[in-house]
């Protein structure tokens, strides 16, 4: 089929602000029906039922509560493609020119060794190896299962499916987007940290239903290829990608970082890739969300850049005014500024459920051996 030959260039796009603040982070913590918090109590973990659905706000509590930063939990989505199989450059591997998934792993592998002590990772390749009939369904095909489950110390097991499999097949991104928030979401673990980092060198598809291959915008190898060879596969998935990472940020508060690697080919392509990164932010995200990758240096930069974004200065207050200068933040008997700037202070990064982040120097303070972090609260003061 037309959409196995073909090979997609893009950018890397870093749902925004990942690639501009060192020790930024966007999470997905839930705060769960039924929150309590007693004043000198820490970090008091939500009542009620284990589902993890977030329900309704944190409510203002009076007091001085000592805050646990979130555990951070991350599936890696890996594009197996077969266009994984060409350089960075879209042109044919070689020794000098190493495919975008050798590169992928070179640049991943420290990255992961670097937090598989303090990060719960697992990791979902798409799509499923072939069974070698050569059908598209057999070439798009995501199981729901994870091919690395979710686990400390598993830097080697996720490393190692890059060396037992190789590309091929579509690019069914949709599909493996919903796998992988599925399998975060399974367990029952409260005041976590979860996203997805998407690596794929393409533009989505591998979805035929609903779509015409004469008219569809066609991610083959050329523009005619979707029409010659009827291939509805091969049409670009946009849509139901975005949205797919739009509704895992919306109703399961995980976020997804979103690299594309390769060339800008086409501008379809890379304006899904941005919108898909748009999708898997925040709302109130406004940098850029493009960061190209065209040389190994920029894509071993960008999961550096992620690699700072889940260092430990995400933290839950169980008690949220609506008024900032109704909590007084304190780092290390330090105590920190509200900064909305994102510069050197705390913010919020969703007050409806009490989630804070500290930038900067706080970032730094909150990161140093025997951290402790405390929140005072006046609910007098909240209006």
Request: with cysteine; glycine share 8%.
């Given at each position: 089929m037309a959409f196995l030959r073909s090979y997609h260039f893009a950018v890397l796009a870093v749902a925004a602000p990942l690639a501009f603040i060192a020790c930024g982070s966007k999470t997905g913590l839930l705060i769960d029906d039924g929150t309590t918090a007693t004043a000198d109590?820490?970090?008091?973990?939500?009542?009620?039922?284990?589902?993890?659905?977030?329900?309704?706000?944190?409510?203002?509590?009076?007091?001085t509560f000592t805050l646990t930063a979130a555990q951070a939990e991350i599936v890696f989505l890996i594009d197996r493609s077969g266009s994984m199989d060409f350089g960075i450059d879209g042109k044919t591997a070689t020794g000098l020119n190493p495919s975008r998934w050798d590169q992928l792993a070179d640049a991943l592998s420290p990255v992961l060794s670097s937090i598989q002590g303090t990060v719960q990772m697992g990791?979902?390749?798409f799509p499923e190896p072939s069974n070698g009939s050569g059908d598209p369904e057999s070439a798009c095909l995501v199981e729901s299962t994870i091919d690395v489950p979710l686990a400390l110390h598993n830097a080697d097991a996720i490393s190692s499916i890059f060396q037992s499999s190789m590309p091929g097949g579509g690019t069914p991104t949709a599909a493996a987007v919903k796998a992988g928030a599925s399998i975060l979401t399974s367990t029952d673990t409260r005041a976590v940290t979860r996203f997805m980092v998407l690596a794929t060198d393409g533009a989505p598809n591998c979805a035929p239903d609903g779509k015409d291959p004469n008219t569809c915008v066609c991610t083959a190898v050329t523009q005619n290829q979707c029409k010659m060879f009827g291939d509805a596969y091969s049409c670009l998935d946009g849509n139901a990608t975005v949205k797919a990472i739009a509704d895992v940020l919306a109703t399961q508060k995980v976020p997804t970082f979103v690299i594309g690697l390769g060339e800008q080919e086409r501008p379809e392509f890379t304006t899904v890739l941005d919108q898909m990164a748009v999708a898997g932010g925040r709302p109130r995200d406004t940098a850029p969300h493009y960061y190209k990758v065209l040389v190994s240096q920029?894509?071993?930069?960008?999961?550096?850049?992620i690699q700072a974004?889940?260092?430990?200065?995400?933290?839950v207050t169980p008690s949220k005014p609506d008024n900032p200068d109704a909590i007084s933040i304190v780092v290390n008997?330090?105590?920190?500024?509200?900064?909305?700037?994102?510069?050197?202070g705390w913010d919020y990064v969703n007050k409806n459920f009490g989630e804070i982040q500290l930038y900067g120097t706080a970032c730094d303070l909150a990161k140093a051996p025997r951290t402790t972090v405390?929140?005072?609260?006046?609910c007098k003061l909240m209006h």
């Open positions: 109590a820490g970090f008091i973990l939500p009542s009620g039922d284990d589902s993890g659905t977030i329900t309704k706000n944190v409510p203002c509590t009076d007091g990791a979902k390749f920029d894509l071993t930069d960008a999961f550096t850049q974004s889940i260092t430990q200065c995400t933290f008997g330090v105590t920190v500024v509200n900064d909305p700037t994102h510069t050197n405390t929140a005072t609260v006046d």
